[in-house]
């Protein structure tokens, strides 16, 4: 071991001898400077222009890594530096004839090795504690910054920094010219960056090339999750190529055969890649979230779900359409990012079994529009070639039709998720995340181990559909396929029930009754009474003018719709769009309206009649959502929305207050809580109003959490983490231009400074 220290201090002294140590150094803080100044100043701007940051992340995050921060950043130029400084370290004893003088000392090879590698990770470490200085700014300038994810990245840095040593150490090893050295490297950071992205159509071969390649092994660290297959990959790495340098030095001096040689450096490389590939199997990884809240953790309420799924068998099936849009996500090529998107659930499940089912078939709205007068399979052979794939591997439609019917899917990448005999469909979806989040694989997973919730809508009465795409209809909240947030994806299970022609299912979550135009019967008005007395839970959601529709319905419940129609004042929408507000017991509902409650947001509701309540009624009655008294009241007559502008007029019977929109009604029945919700309008729900963007409401959240709370809390899956502290930078921008002199003046110019000297005084010598 002293050996090795010696070597090292040898190196570090000629490395610190040549200008080049200190020009990387100076450069190096130069840029980390530059690039941390420039990412504070934008985020310093952001908030000093109340742009706000999304507290749903961390700043920490947003500022250092791991996609485009800082700690990115300086990644993507480290591999510039290490060839420059490792081209020396065996060309040099090389090409001046002092190798032999090694060879002829009983210095043994892997001290030689090992010392100079132990140089590097000493100046490794330098340029370390310059990223450092940044890290400790970071600290101090973001409120409650997460340490635990600026460290994490501060280990992937300096690991990736030794691995890029480790190469170039071998490289240097391999001529006698420095310049050769230095390229070699840099070929060879690019073989190992590449070599992810080749033959990833073969299984064994594709998990071998993608455990070499080293293109985003320190993206983990950076965002603040250590796994023992990252740390592994590092130190196999570095474990290769110093082992493959010590075997070069070593046959310098023995005149054993070409195959010896040869079986050395084939089984230095065959151990790391066979170590590598176990230590990358799910059960043999080991996790640490260092991330204040655990973001890269699945939340508590999934991991319980993910427990309770216990020793059983889960597969996963993907099931994807060569004519569909996103078959290269579901492509071969991409296993390996699909494997990366369920590693947080192999981490605790880490037996599931994936399958992968290729097809072609048609497509909805996509079938031979860009290829006129070609077959199906005509236009399936051309996709093939496109892609590169090969046609055979895929099932025709009438072959895959006799395994499974995926037209109710549109044929659509999709994956079936089987366990203990049920099944069910985990869906991509039209937006632009494409595949589900936490969220959605929660809700999947545990609609196969409990029953389902089952919402049913009231038809019959011209009631709102739950099957049509119109403006006024509800097919985007309940069973649209393609729409992540809709109750079928969200966990729950949709139906109709005709009140003229069958009884109320029992096993309802709850009964949604939605802007009927006709009376209900007596017969439908007496199904929904004996309903409600025997605790069933109940959505009513009206409309200005239905009030003698609903309001017969209402009357057991002591509420009633009021005549007339709510109308709010606005400089650019119609009187008619009310815009309430959530009340403190509305926030309750779940942790996003909590949210919404607290950013003050609101639901946008057009046509919007008032509700008024008695509280002798049984029922503990609490509004959920009230008009502003300021800028709406109660309007009694005809409202004409083509006229001059709409006036508070008192002397009509105008009424100016706050007025209840949603009442949430509960109270106990055969022991168990019963749950009513009435809702003066029924377009809150609708295909229009979740897709309005001219105004910034909580329609979303408020309607999941409705159904939610109609489910006592078992779905939608709440997968929400503690709110970051780290939102808030403690600096301005006149704070940053100073700090700016410091980071790209001052520290430079005192390394520089120093730098000079230090050369200065040793040539002198």
Known sequence: MRTIIRIAKLELSTLFYSPIAWFILVIFLYQCGMEYSSILENAVMSQELKSGFNTATFLTARLFGPSFGFYPRIIGKLYLYIPLLTMGLMSRETSSGTINLLYSSPIKVRSIIYGKFLAMMVYNFILLLIIGIYVIAGLIHIRHADAGLLFSGLLGIYLLLCTYAAIGLFMSSLTSYQVVAAL??????????????????????????????ISGRAENMLGGLITSKDLLYFLLVIFIFLG?????????????????????????????LFIG??????????????TATKTRTLSANVQKIMHELGKNSLEVTSYINLMDRRFYAGSPRQRNNDMARWEPYLRFKPDIKFNYVYYYDSVPGNFGRSNPGMTLEQIAQKNAKTYKADFSNFMKPEAIRKIIDLRPEENRYVMQLSYKGKKTFLRLYNDIM?????TETAAALKRLMVKLPRIAFVQGELERSIEKTGDRDYKTLTNEITFRYALVN???????????????????????????KTPFSNE????????LDTGGNLLIAGEPGKQAILNPVLEPLGVQMMNGTLVQESKNFSPDLVLPYLTPVAAHLSKAVQRAFEDSLVVSMPGLAGLSYQKKSGFKVQPLLMTDSNVSWNKLGKLVLDSADVAYKPEEGDEKRSIPAALALTRNVGGKEQRIVVMGDADFLSNAELNRYNVHTANFVFNTAIMGWFT??????????????DTIIDQTGDGVGHLKMLYLGVFPGILLFTGIILLVRRRRK
Do not use: H, N
């Open 184 to 213: 070699c490297t840099l070929v060879t950071f690019a073989l190992l960056s590449y070599i992810g992205t080749i033959w990833q159509d073969i299984d064994f071969v594709r998990d071998l090339t993608y455990f070499l390649s």
């Open 244 to 272: 493959l340098s010590i075997y070069k030095l070593q046959a310098g001096q023995e005149s054993g055969s070409k195959l010896l040689k040869v079986s050395r450096y084939v089984g230095i490389v065959a151990i790391a």
């Open 277 to 290: 590939y176990m230590s990358s199997r799910p059960r043999f990884i080991a996790y640490y979230d260092a």
């Open 434 to 438: 494409v595949f589900p989040s936490e």
């Open 490 to 516: 969200q966990g729950f299970d949709v139906d109709t029930v005709s009140l003229e022609r069958e009884a109320i299912p029992e096993d309802i979550a709850a009964l949604v009754i939605a802007d009927p």
């Open 524 to 531: 439908a008005l007496t199904k929904i009474r004996q309903y």
């Open 712 to 725: 006592y809390g078992q779905f939608p899956i709440d997968t929400t983490r503690p709110r970051s502290e």
